[in-house]
């Protein structure tokens, strides 16, 4: 498996090195669950996304994990028709949520021995990559709970990079100066983190080896 971690949205004119050039399905799936307390912003940013990665050679299609919040049992073979998993940003504590009320990194792992299958996200869906999401709770409110979330799931992260990605930082964004906030409050605890720029990602091209 292959992860692309990103501060920010993807642009068609540069593919990043962990996007194979060998697919199996040639299908991605792309999650807007961060974005569940935004209803209207879904459409354009999932139009914007799909663009994107079609230019990358995927075809595309929405994978709403609250389709699986009663089924989490059929999560893995749904990814297992995939070659791409793409989370976009929004919160990332309402993200994390609809991944634990799934069983999300269980089915997600179930891909690890695919060389041409790719996590990965921008903001929130790179910061749900990591061990947790300390210092995040700078940046997004963790009380958000959209409609039809169980309440009791918590925002478990995927444990597939050892630090926290602290995305947006130093950049022109809106959320550059909680960004700093963040970056200092993980240094100030001594909690391995790395922060991105917008612009800037992690590619790492195989997960089965030390990750670091």
Not at 75 to 101: K, S
Not at 125 to 135: I, T
Not at 150 to 179: F, K, N
């Amino acid at each position: 498996m292959r992860l692309l971690l990103s501060s920010w949205f993807l642009t068609p004119d540069s593919r990043p090195s962990a996007l194979p050039s060998t697919l199996r399905t040639g299908k991605a799936g792309i999650v807007l669950n961060a974005l569940d307390q935004y209803g209207p912003s879904r459409a354009r940013d999932y139009a914007r996304e799909r663009r994107t990665l079609e230019t990358f050679g995927y075809s595309c299609e929405e994978l709403d994990l609250r389709d699986y919040f009663s089924a989490p049992k059929e999560l893995p073979e749904r990814l297992a028709d995939l070659d791409l998993v793409w989370a976009l940003g929004g919160n990332a504590f309402v993200l994390a949520r609809a991944m634990t009320q799934t069983g999300f990194r269980d089915a997600l792992h179930e891909q690890q021995h695919r060389a041409e299958f790719t996590y990965g996200g921008y903001s929130a869906g790179a910061c749900v990559a990591g061990p947790d999401l300390k210092g995040i709770d700078l940046m997004d409110d963790p009380t958000v709970q959209p409609e039809g979330y169980p309440p009791a799931a918590a925002p478990d992260c995927l444990l597939l990079v050892p630090y926290r990605i602290v995305p947006h930082w130093r950049s022109e964004h809106p959320e550059a100066e909680g960004a700093e906030r963040a970056a200092a409050h993980l240094a100030e605890s001594g909690l391995p983190h790395r922060c991105l720029r917008d612009g800037e990602a992690v590619n790492i091209h195989d997960t089965t080896g030390p990750v670091s």
